[in-house]
């Protein structure tokens, strides 16, 4: 009998793990979606870092983005939660064992609506973890309302505009003194990936809010690409939504300077790279800068905000260094005695 044909490995990292141990299930978003190239971003980061997948708790909400840690870090411990709660279940997560590395991935509806209180009071604490949120400015899985974060000026699918201000959840995260804040967009990857990188080494909370363009939901009249033109030109057996397939929106501009992008339906976003020489510590140039690109219709992207805060909430908490999930039932709980005279210095 002849001998069976070795597997045929891929290049490894500096733990020895190929990349097919850090992807997942196969994708089910429309094809073209920027959640895939985020998926693809973090892929390569936790390779490139040679993270043990062992040590990464993805968690997640409800929402197109809440579905993607089924899609990458197939051996990491993982939670899909209710929606706008995950950022309670990862604080709980990362304060039973600290040594895990806590993956957050939400969405702009699952963050910037039902799940504001939670977003709000976890920046304010400083979990220890890294928290993505795929930004779109609609609810996908909901046939495309506008979400929290759609720009003013936005239209629905069928041409309802939106009259709501945004929120910005980067605004946001600098008032609260977030001790990380960036922003990227999907498709530059190479910028997406630096700042995942850095977002894995940072103490604390680290938010990327990541521009991520809806395929399904962002067409508009006059395209024979819409949803309209199509219903309106072909003869059906049975009533079925079209998802057209797009290819992914990929780009690369150095820091410091603008570029245009155009997106799947036509419209334009103005993309600008913070200089090198930007210092992401200070809170008034920080939140003047996001000010001012949007008076000037321009995105930022990079680090944005990232003062000198050291302290997470599992030191404010003074937790032992034992993780708490390796202590012992006796170590956890307090005799009567101790009990008791808690009690009684209360009284």
């Known amino acids: ?19 097919g141990c850090y992807s997942g299930a196969a994708s089910t978003l429309c094809l073209g979606c920027g959640h895939d190239s985020i998926t693809a971003a973090i892929v390569q980061a936790y390779w490139d870092m040679g993270v043990n997948p062992y040590q990464v708790a993805k968690i997640s909400g409800i929402g197109c983005s809440s579905k993607t840690p089924a899609y990458f870090l197939r051996k990491s411990h993982g939670f899909n939660s209710v929606h706008g709660r995950m950022p309670s279940v990862a604080t709980g997560a990362g304060l039973v064992n600290k040594d895990l590395h806590i993956l957050g991935v939400s969405g702009d509806g699952d963050s910037a609506s039902i799940g504001m209180g939670q977003f709000v009071h976890l920046l304010r604490r400083n979990i220890n973890m890294t928290y993505i949120v795929e930004n779109n400015g609609t609810y996908g899985l909901t046939k495309g309302q506008f979400s929290a974060t759609a720009d003013v000026g936005s239209k629905l699918k069928g041409g309802q505009p939106n009259n709501l201000p945004p929120v910005d959840l980067c605004e946001l995260a600098i008032q609260l003194d977030c001790s ?10 190479k910028q997406l990936i630096t700042l995942l990188k850095a977002a894995h080494s940072h103490q604390g909370t680290a938010l990327i809010d990541v521009l991520s363009p809806c395929v399904t939901f962002n067409d508009h009249e006059g395209s024979t690409k819409s949803y309209n033109y199509i ?8 009533q079925a939504d079209f998802i057209p397939s797009y290819d992914p929106i990929e780009i690369e501009h150095p820091e410091g300077t603008s570029h245009t992008v155009t997106l799947h339906d036509g419209s334009k976003v103005l993309l600008t790279k913070i200089k090198e020489s930007y210092d992401p510590s200070r809170k008034a140039q920080a939140l003047s800068t996001l000010e001012r ?8 992207t990079g680090l944005v905000y990232a003062p000198h805060r050291n302290e997470d ?5 003074n937790l032992v260094d034992t993780p708490l999930c390796h202590l012992s039932e006796s170590e956890l709980r307090p005799s009567q005695e101790v009990l008791q005279s808690i009690n009684d210095s209360m009284r």
């Open 180 to 189: 990380f804040v960036a922003r990227g967009f999907a498709g530059d990857r």
């Open 293 to 300: 690109a949007k008076d000037e219709n321009k995105i930022v």
């Open 231 to 238: 219903r309106d030109h072909y003869d059906p057996i049975a």
């Open 1 to 19: 009998m002849s001998e069976p044909t070795p597997v045929k490995k891929g290049k490894e990292n500096r733990i020895g793990l190929d990349k």
């Open 313 to 317: 909430f599992a030191t404010l908490s």
